[in-house]
Structure formats: C-alpha cells, structure tokens
C-alpha cells in the first residue's frame, strides 16, 4: 500500500517540519520511539521535551536515548503534559516548531493509565501557545477503547470550533477499518 499508514504519516509529517536545531516535544513519550525519532531530526543543536506520567516509560525511554548516544539532546519529565508552560526554559517559550501526541496508554501496560480529555485538552491548548509561526501540532488519536473514544469526541468537538485565525487543522486516516482505527488531527499554526 502505497497511502501512508496512520503513524507513517505523523512521522513523515515530523521530517517535513523539524530541522536541525529545532525544540521539539514528545507529550507523551511511552517507549520512547517518538522520542528518539525527534532527537534524531533536531540533532546536536536541537532540544527535546519529554512528558510521560508514568516511570516506566521515563526509564525505558532514557534506556533507549542513552544507547543511541542522543541522550543529551534530551529533557524526560515525569510530569503530566497539561503542565508543559512549567517545565519550558524561559528561551524555549512560543519558539517550539513541533509537538506529537501519541494518546492512550503505554502498550503492554496497565491500560488503566491513559490520556484523558480533560487534561488532554489543556495540553493541546498549551502546546499551540508555544508553537512558532508555520509550526505544528500533531495529535495520534485512538477511539479503538472506551476512554480513547470518549477522548477522541471531546478533542473533535474541541478542535473543530477552533478559530482558523490560529491555525489550519488536518484529519488524516482510514474510513474503512474496522474497530474505530486510529487517526491523525494536526494543527499547523498560522
Ligand atoms: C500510546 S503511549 C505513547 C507511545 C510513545 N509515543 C512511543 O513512541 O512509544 C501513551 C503514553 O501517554 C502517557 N500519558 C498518559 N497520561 C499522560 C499525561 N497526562 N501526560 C503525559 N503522558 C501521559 C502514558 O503513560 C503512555 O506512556
């Protein structure tokens, strides 16, 4: 198939904004593999945010940083993303080209932890604050389980009354798939 799948194109959607020496965040870092994705396209000069609230996810994630030596370019916070506003050097306020939200819970763990609307949207609102000019947002919904579901209504209904003075916003995903397959929702700051 020659369509990109859903995380192909949140990943090809990263390439096609973040350069080198960029600040980036991963909201929601999990296993790590956006992590070490942005770390990789941001480079020396570049700095990531990583926001998780679970531990194991921390410490997988900077297993997985330090073996691929980008660990440096790196700030893993334990910290629930609605929060970003706090954790953000003075510098790296409103300059941050790119966010990614992978929603949901940590695969292979305890399901009961997952992205909620509520905080969810505070942490949409807080990234776009301080995205720059021509930057993005990128939202990696999941409506396949009961909270994602509920999540995936309340950010559509949030996002789709959003003003077009702030931003274009981008769907992306299958129609045909079974069991409410996972989409993309991407905010591209004016
Ligand atoms: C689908 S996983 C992320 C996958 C990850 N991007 C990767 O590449 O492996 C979703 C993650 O969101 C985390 N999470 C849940 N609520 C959160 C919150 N309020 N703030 C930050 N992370 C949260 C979960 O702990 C889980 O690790």
Same mark, same amino acid.
Not at 90 to 109: C, R, W
Not at 182 to 189: M, R, T
């Given at each position: 198939?020659?369509?990109?799948?859903? $995380?192909?194109?949140?990943?090809?959607? $990263?390439?096609?904004?973040?350069?080198?020496?960029?600040?980036?965040?991963?909201?929601?870092?999990?296993?790590?593999?956006?992590?070490?994705?942005?770390?990789?396209?941001? &480079?020396? #000069?570049? +700095?990531?945010?990583?926001?998780?609230?679970? /531990?194991?996810? %921390?410490? #997988?994630?900077? =297993?997985?940083?330090? =073996?691929?030596?980008?660990?440096?370019?790196?700030?893993?916070?334990? +910290?629930?993303?609605?929060? %970003?506003?706090?954790?953000? #050097?003075?510098?790296?306020?409103?300059? !941050?080209?790119?966010?990614?939200?992978? $929603?949901?819970?940590?695969?292979?763990?305890? #399901?009961?932890?997952?992205?909620?609307? /509520?905080?969810?949207? +505070?942490?949409?609102?807080?990234?776009?604050?301080?995205?720059?000019? &021509?930057?993005?947002?990128?939202?990696? !919904?999941?409506?396949?389980?009961?909270?994602?579901? %509920? /999540?995936? =209504?309340?950010?559509?209904?949030? $996002?789709?009354?959003?003003? @077009?003075?702030?931003?274009? %916003?981008? @769907?992306?995903?299958? !129609?045909? @798939? @079974?069991?409410?397959?996972?989409?993309?929702?991407? !905010?591209?700051?004016?």
């Amino acid at each position: 198939m020659k369509i990109k799948k859903v $995380l192909q194109y949140a990943k090809f959607l $990263l390439e096609e904004f973040v350069c080198e020496g960029d600040i980036v965040i991963d909201a929601t870092v999990g296993n790590g593999h956006d992590t070490l994705f942005l770390a990789n396209l941001v &480079g020396d #000069k570049g +700095k990531v945010y990583g926001f998780d609230v679970q /531990e194991p996810a %921390i410490k #997988k994630t900077t =297993e997985r940083l330090n =073996e691929n030596n980008v660990l440096n370019r790196v700030t893993l916070l334990q +910290k629930s993303h609605e929060f %970003i506003d706090n954790y953000l #050097k003075d510098e790296h306020k409103a300059k !941050i080209k790119a966010t990614i939200f992978n $929603l949901g819970y940590l695969p292979g763990s305890d #399901k009961t932890v997952t992205t909620n609307s /509520e905080s969810t949207i +505070k942490a949409i609102n807080a990234a776009i604050n301080n995205t720059v000019s &021509g930057g993005i947002v990128i939202l990696v !919904i999941y409506p396949g389980h009961a909270e994602g579901m %509920i /999540e995936s =209504e309340d950010i559509k209904n949030y $996002l789709s009354d959003f003003s @077009q003075d702030v931003g274009h %916003i981008l @769907q992306y995903g299958f !129609i045909n @798939q @079974q069991n409410n397959p996972p989409y993309i929702l991407a !905010i591209e700051k004016k």
